[in-house]
């Protein structure tokens, strides 16, 4: 089977990917420096799949590395990039950090996979790139906005560096998927999110404070023009979302892409407010959550969720997981870790 390679592999949705990868039985080689992970994850990915993935500690911002990585592996058939740093709000502080971790190793990477004879290239974008859409549900030909965070820039630059690559690199092609909110864990509790300090997102800080670890949820807003005024998100199960990069990578091995560069949307194509996803996480797991509402965070957009239209009729792709199921994952995977 082709050798595939997945820079943050040992993260979030990287671990979560290589397990799918290795069911379909290809042969994986993580990269991954350790900075927001942990060796164990390794372990957790071996135990669901019976295989052990290659796995080399690089750090992509060392150019020599990355080099020195493709003269060791020049069969290499496909590479699917998670390695990013990505929390928005240290991004506002520290924003050559990103640029040089999200930006630079972008480019090393880019310029070893068009020295090799072909290359299926597949990035890790978001829908923060579409910012406060004009108009819900969000297809891909949305414009993409002025962005708000040095994080959201480096996602939006990374895509015209790619586009800009494939034009002169015939021997390239490459999928830019659009994340909207990949939330929950695998079934097994043997992987999942290991946010590192406070958590940034809303999933690990209701887990969290169900198990005690915070003590309270700040819900930031209720006077928001949605239904019940709190914010709305698109929620997509990380193994779903982990399932899409298998089938964006078949597509370029398969040479059924139209264009050597393509966009899709990775979401389920249903909003959820943060109350809603309250109630989802209070019936799966039977516990009463302690938030309170606050006053809105500087930032946040109103609404936004994906057309999912070109991924469920040109990628071939849909969700199967609800809501319900990604937060009993998630709850299932907490109390694990905290065991
Ligand atoms: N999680 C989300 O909500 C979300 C949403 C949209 C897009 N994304 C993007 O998806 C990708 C994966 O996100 P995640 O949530 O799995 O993040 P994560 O932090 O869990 O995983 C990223 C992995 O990359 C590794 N890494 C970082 N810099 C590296 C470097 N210089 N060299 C080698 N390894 C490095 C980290 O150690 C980590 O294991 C990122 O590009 C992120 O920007 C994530």
């Known amino acids: 089977m082709d050798k595939i390679v997945v820079t943050g592999g040992l993260g979030f949705i990287g671990s979560h990917t290589v397990v799918e990868l290795q069911n379909e039985g290809y042969e994986v080689v993580i990269i991954d420096d350790l900075s927001n992970s942990s060796i164990n994850v390794l372990d957790g990915i071996t135990s669901i799949t019976g295989v052990k993935p290659i796995f080399e500690q690089i750090d992509l911002k060392e150019k020599d590395q990355v080099e020195s990585f493709f003269k060791r592996h020049h069969d290499v058939k496909g590479i699917i990039h998670f390695a990013a740093s990505k929390a928005v709000g240290e991004s506002v502080e520290k924003p050559l950090l990103y640029y040089e971790n999200n930006i630079g190793t972008l480019v090393y990477l880019l310029k070893e996979l068009k020295k090799l004879p072909s290359a299926c290239f597949i990035f890790s974008s978001s829908c923060t790139v579409y910012g406060q859409a004009d108009e819900l549900p969000i297809t891909e030909n949305a414009p993409v906005k002025q962005a708000e965070s040095p994080y959201g820039n480096t996602k939006q630059i990374g895509e015209e560096i790619i586009k800009d690559t494939c034009k002169v ?126 006053g809105r965070r500087e930032g946040d957009v109103i609404a936004a969720y994906a057309d999912t239209k070109k991924a469920n009729e040109e990628l071939g792709w849909k969700t199967n997981l609800t809501l319900d199921d990604a937060l009993l994952s998630a709850w299932k995977w907490e109390q694990k870790i905290r065991s």
Do not use: M, W
């Open 169 to 294: 690199a015939p021997n390239l092609k490459a999928i830019a998927l659009r994340y909207f909110n990949p939330i929950g864990a695998h079934e097994s509790a043997k992987i999942g999110e290991l946010p590192i300090g406070v958590p940034q997102n809303l999933v690990p800080f209701i887990t969290q404070t169900a198990i005690g670890i915070r003590e309270q949820l700040s819900v930031f807003g209720d006077d928001y023009p949605t239904p019940d005024g709190t914010c709305i998100r698109d929620y997509i199960h990380v193994v779903d979302l982990a399932k899409a990069h298998v089938i964006a990578l078949e597509r370029l091995l398969k040479n059924k892409n139209k264009e050597r560069y393509e966009i899709f949307n990775l979401g389920t194509g249903k909003g959820s407010s943060v109350l809603e996803v309250v109630q989802s996480f209070e019936r799966v797991s039977g516990k009463k959550l302690n938030y309170k509402i606050v």
